[in-house]
T-cell receptor
Framework: EAQVTQNPRYLITVTGKKLTVTCSQNMNHEYMSWYRQDPGLGLRQIYYSMNVEVTDKGDVPEGYKVSRKEKRNFPLILESPSPNQTSLYFCASSLSRGSYGYTFGSGTRLTVV | GQQLNQSPQSMFIQEGEDVSMNCTSS?????WLWYKQDPGEGPVLLIA?????ELTSNGRLTAQFGITRKDSFLNISASIPSDVGIYFC???????FGAGTRLTVKP
């Protein structure tokens, strides 16, 4: 089944403790992206990647890092999480940046205390 | 910052009623997309619009690409309980998303 898989689905952590949210897609998509969803703000793009070893900042990149060493994986790294990064995170992929439809993962709900 | 204004923010309707929501932008987009997010899941693409004035249907859903290319509308006819969720518009150049319309359908 074609899908985007995120792990974990839920995570509670403490301020300052580094964490990684994994994202993997099995559709051979070139383009991958991370979004955060907050009430009243919709989905805001954090980082995106147009291909292996090519990443770029989205609208809200502060406090996040990403890497794209392989085509299928696009992990989101929070080196020193803070409470304002408590949010619902989605990974998405598409054939290319110009493709009209994204496939989203099921989300990771992160709470930083 | 947010470039898309989506309204209404939320709707509470009775099963069987029709629903309308819209999205406006200060920028011109060359593609408009409508997604639905079921509770606990990621958004799923419902309809994609590519040309100004285009009207596209997907079952009970109908969406239109505004002539000015700065707006789009989504209508749901004869709503059913499984229509519950958050509906997002997205404008294609950089895939900007609206803040979403949360739909509740009372049986």
């Amino acid at each position: 089944e074609a899908q985007v898989t995120q792990n974990p689905r839920y995570l509670i952590t403490v301020t300052g403790k580094k964490l990684t949210v994994t994202c993997s897609q099995n559709m051979n998509h070139e383009y991958m992206s991370w979004y955060r969803q907050d009430p009243g703000l919709g989905l805001r793009q954090i980082y995106y990647s147009m291909n292996v070893e090519v990443t770029d900042k989205g609208d809200v990149p502060e406090g996040y890092k990403v890497s794209r060493k392989e085509k299928r994986n696009f992990p989101l790294i929070l080196e020193s999480p803070s409470p304002n990064q408590t949010s619902l995170y989605f990974c998405a992929s598409s054939l290319s940046r110009g493709s009209y439809g994204y496939t989203f993962g099921s989300g990771t709900r992160l709470t930083v205390v | 910052g947010q470039q898309l204004n989506q309204s209404p923010q939320s709707m509470f309707i009775q099963e069987g009623e029709d629903v309308s929501m819209n999205c406006t932008s200060s920028s011109i987009f060359n593609t408009w997309l409508w997604y639905k997010q079921d509770p606990g899941e990621g958004p799923v693409l419902l309809i994609a619009l590519y040309k100004a004035g285009e009207l596209t249907s997907n079952g009970r859903l109908t969406a239109q690409f505004g002539i000015t290319r700065k707006d789009s509308f989504l209508n749901i006819s004869a709503s059913i309980p499984s229509d519950v969720g958050i509906y997002f518009c997205a404008g294609r150049r950089d895939m900007r998303f609206g803040a979403g319309t949360r739909l509740t359908v009372k049986p």
